[in-house]
C-alpha cells in the first residue's frame, strides 16, 4: 500500500467513526468560527438585533458544538440541524 493509499484510508475511516478532534486538537477550527461571528455580527443592526454577540465552545458534548449568544441572552445553537454522525 502507498503513502497516498494509506493516507486516503486514513481518511475514510476518520469520516465514517465520525472522528472530530475538537478545538484543543484543531485550535485552528475556533480561530475561523470567530471571524465567521465578528463578520456576521456587522450584519446585526440590520436585522434589530443590538449589542455584542459571544461564541460559546460546548466541548463536552458529540458532536462538538459551538453556539452564539445575543447581547439580549437568545442563543443561536443550531439545535435540530441535522448533523450527518447523529444518524
Do not use: K, Y
Not at 465520525?18 to 465578528?38: S, T
Not at 455580527?41 to 460559546?56: K, N, S
Amino acid at each position: 500500500m502507498t503513502a497516498q493509499e494509506t493516507a486516503d484510508l486514513a481518511g475514510r475511516i476518520l469520516t465514517w467513526t465520525c472522528f472530530d478532534p475538537g478545538f484543543d486538537l484543531a485550535p485552528e477550527r475556533l480561530d475561523v468560527l470567530r471571524l465567521a461571528l465578528r463578520t456576521v455580527a456587522g450584519d446585526l443592526p440590520a436585522a434589530g438585533i443590538v449589542g455584542e454577540p459571544r461564541l460559546v465552545v460546548r466541548e463536552r458534548l458529540f458532536p462538538l458544538a459551538a453556539r452564539v449568544v445575543l447581547a439580549d441572552g437568545r442563543r443561536l445553537d443550531g439545535e435540530g440541524s441535522p448533523h450527518p454522525c447523529n444518524g
